[in-house]
């Protein structure tokens, strides 16, 4: 009965603590939002290939004998010199290819979706950093993981990705979970698609559903009125009296919608059988591959791992600049996960007693 008192005297004091810092920190980060001016941030870019070289250094300094490791060193040195020298005559005379100075490049992007395909933004950032650094050769690859959204939402991120099309850049998406829906929408944007083995893949068609509280309203005295112009300004709603005829237009809407997905598909895609994806079905990577949604069964790591070895691979990303607001209201959420966390914490070691 003590430990029942003392724990909910510290929940209660805990949870009065956490409710005062969250309702402050709300408070902040709503000011901070009415008052961030939009696009606010920077892009930031990781060469990946001096990433991988200083990994396999630290592994090389743990497991290499030291003979080896100093033989090794020496080998990089005289490497390293032969770049610069080679580096320096590229410099002097721009015209000869002869020195790998000029490799090619490989810019990785990633695209993280969700219902309102909210990562447009930064793509669009990205997209507008990248091309204008393109040169013959090099490529770009799309790291998309997506079980897709809204219609328009993600038909602005595919106009994103035709970008780099209309540009003529080589363009690979790789999908390592998901990619349904709207997120395949975009991935068929790409020159090749790869996928992991069991990634899913497709969901070629549309959905919609909502709710319709016309008969509980009726049943407690409650009317709802709908004001409208236009015949088909709203066809399905969630409070008022639905019509059949209504239904029907918004299933035609919903079929319309669905023809533009797969004209849109089978012009990015043509070789594909359209019929026989559209149907709203979904396939593992290993299956997608035989009813022609993806070119090759890879990972994205496999993929730029690949690369490594002929082409310069930068990582680029659009970074939004956080105001003192966010970071406070962040702060915030970690002091109330940490408190959660030590009540919960204090609860099991009481059980462990």
């Not at 992991?196 to 509980?216: D, E, M, Y």
């Not at 066809?235 to 023809?259: A, C, P, S, Y």
Request: hydrophobic residues 40%; neutral net charge.
């Amino acid at each position: 009965m003590d430990f029942i008192l003392e724990y909910g005297l510290f929940l209660a004091q805990a949870v009065t603590v956490v409710a005062a810092i969250l309702i402050v920190a709300v408070g902040l980060v709503a000011l901070g939002m009415k008052q961030k001016p939009e696009h606010t941030g920077h892009i930031e870019i990781l060469k990946l290939n001096e990433k991988y070289r200083q990994i396999g250094e630290a592994i090389q300094d743990v497991v290499t004998e030291e003979e080896a490791l100093k033989a090794g060193k020496k080998a990089q040195k005289k490497e390293e010199k032969q770049k610069a020298k080679a580096a320096k005559k590229a410099a002097k005379h721009p015209d000869d290819k002869s020195s790998d100075a000029d490799r090619k490049r490989l810019y990785v992007l990633a695209f993280d979706g969700d219902i309102k395909a909210s990562a447009s933004d930064n793509l669009r950032e990205e997209i507008s950093a990248v091309l204008p650094q393109i040169r013959e050769g090099d490529e770009i690859l799309l790291k998309l993981e997506s079980p897709g959204g809204l219609v328009h939402s993600y038909g602005l991120a595919a106009s994103q990705l035709q970008r780099i099309a209309d540009a003529k850049v080589p363009l690979t998406v790789a999908v390592d979970k998901v990619a349904a829906s709207g997120g395949y929408m975009m991935a068929c944007v790409g020159d090749t698609i790869i996928a992991a083995p069991f990634a899913v893949l497709g969901s070629i068609g549309v959905i919609a559903q909502l709710p319709n509280f016309n008969r509980l309203l009726k049943k407690n005295d409650i009317d709802v009125e709908l004001l409208t112009a236009g015949e088909y300004k709203r066809t399905l709603t969630m409070f008022g009296e639905n019509t059949d005829k209504g239904r029907q237009k918004f299933i035609e809407e919903l079929e319309e919608t669905h023809t533009l997905f797969k004209e849109f598909v089978g012009e990015n895609r043509p070789g594909l059988d359209i019929a026989k994806v559209s149907t709203g079905e979904v396939w593992y990577g290993r299956k997608a591959i035989d009813v022609g949604l993806i070119d090759g069964l890879q990972t994205s790591d496999a993929f730029v791992q690949d690369r490594l070895k002929d082409h310069d691979v930068f990582e680029v990303k659009f970074a939004h600049k956080k105001t003192w607001q966010e970071k406070v209201g962040m702060a915030a959420e970690g002091a109330m996960e940490g408190a959660f966390l030590k009540i919960w914490q204090r609860g099991q070691d009481r059980k462990n007693y």
